[in-house]
């Protein structure tokens, strides 16, 4: 989404929603795709506050071929966080944003995929935003980790290998946690895991936590939808800004 009287030659604030999880049914630019922050919200942030708002389908993401779905095999983030970094790069380019204020968020995969790019790619957002966020993919379904992530063995610790945890202490960029505490798909303590890690690496000043106690993996519980509008608002207001007038 582009604002009202948008030039290339702004220099606006913008946002990018990403999910790029394997096993998705639909492409999420191609239909559209209504979950409500990566439409809903993003449509709002365009009208409100005048960002450069966009949705993206990484490597990974279903519907488009084997080899680019099995992108994430034995390597999960790795081909997503290239595609996001040459996305900033256009956005700098061609699309009237500052490339120094680009925020990065998702849900599920997409919050493993905003940790992934913050931990590894550290200085190509200016802050992330994740959501219902896989850490260590040992405590995940392991039919979906087994067909998407690594070959797991019942029992073992096989997909370890995987784990954010170790690449914590890399972050420098401002990030939000964000969780339902009743989620039983992706497991509350995966969040708990990655905010301890970033707590011992001395992250504490660029780390907050927003947890929803009686929300699922949809959050919904003392979290609306409306609260969840207004956190992330407020969020990337704080450490993007606004377009001058």
Not at 14 to 32: F, K, N, Q, T, W
Not at 143 to 153: P, Q, R
Not at 154 to 163: C, I, M, N, Q
């Amino acid at each position: 989404f582009r604002p009202d009287g948008w030039k290339p030659e702004d220099r606006r604030p913008a946002i990018v929603y990403m999910y790029g999880g394997p096993l998705g049914r639909s492409h999420s630019v191609e239909v559209d795709t209504t979950h409500r922050l990566a439409y809903l919200f993003q449509l709002y942030m365009t009208w409100k506050h005048g960002y450069v708002t966009v949705v993206v389908d990484p490597r990974g993401q279903s519907g488009y071929g084997r080899r680019f779905q099995e992108a994430n095999w034995k390597d999960p983030g790795k081909a997503q966080t290239e595609d996001l970094e040459d996305l900033v790069t256009l956005m700098g380019k061609d699309w009237g944003v500052d490339q120094k204020r680009i925020g990065l968020h998702g849900w599920s995969f997409g919050g493993f995929q905003t940790l992934h790019t913050l931990f590894h790619s550290p200085e190509t957002f200016a802050c992330g935003i994740a959501t219902a966020s896989p850490t260590q993919w040992e405590n995940y379904n392991s039919g979906y980790s087994a067909s998407t992530i690594d070959a797991s063995e019942r029992g073992k610790p096989t997909l370890r290998r995987h784990s954010l945890i170790p690449w914590a202490r890399y972050l420098r960029r401002p990030l939000l946690l964000v969780h339902g505490m009743l989620d039983d798909n992706v497991l509350y303590q995966d969040t708990v895991n990655v905010y301890r890690a970033l707590l011992q690496s001395g992250k504490e000043t660029l780390v907050d936590l927003f947890l929803d106690p009686d929300g699922d993996h949809g959050l919904g519980g003392a979290v609306k939808n409306w609260t969840v509008f207004r956190k992330y608002e407020s969020w990337f207001l704080r450490n993007l800004g606004t377009m001058k007038p």
